[in-house]
């Protein structure tokens, strides 16, 4: 038995014969607008900005209630919703107009980074290179720039999923990497 480096994720210890930092993953997924969402709410609630917005329009709401200001409250009301909204509508129009969304991604893992294909187009990125690895309850997100990130929906990798997370968590820092089971 060796120790699985995402113990902290809830992961157990694994038998030898299941976890080999030279294995290659393999999966093909499509990336659906819920998959896009989910994305871009994680990366958009990670911004300090945008959680002060949503905790203005909760004391905008509050405070407008409380002091029988309807108008203040119905403002409170519309940042909450506006951000999600937004999202929402980019990630639907993203995902019909982005001919890279209609067809199947093809995902490589292994020792010289992660390879994404798709047709006759094919792209690697280097383990050094991927900023960080964060999850969702929806899916696997590991960042290769600042702003974009590759999406491993969780219900398309099945069985993959856990190889596919210590797959990550061996070729990336520990600090770098925080995936939840």
Known sequence: MILCPLEKAGFRTLPDRLFKESEMVECDVKISSGDLYDYNLKYTYGKPINIIAEIAGIAAICYGIYSKNIPLA????????????????????????????????????????????????????????????????????????????????????GDKTALVIRTIAAHMPPDRVNIKG
């Open 74 to 157: 119905v403002i409170g009301a519309a940042v909450l919703v506006y951000l999600p909204v937004t999202l929402w509508i980019r990630s639907k129009q993203t995902a019909a107009l982005n001919p890279a969304f209609k067809k199947p991604l093809h995902y490589v893992l292994d020792d010289d980074g992660l390879t994404v294909s798709q047709d006759d187009q094919t792209q690697t990125v280097e383990w050094d290179k991927c900023l960080k690895a964060v999850s969702t309850s929806r899916s696997i997100l590991l960042f290769t720039s600042g702003v974009s990130a590759t999406i491993f929906p969780r219900d398309q990798l």
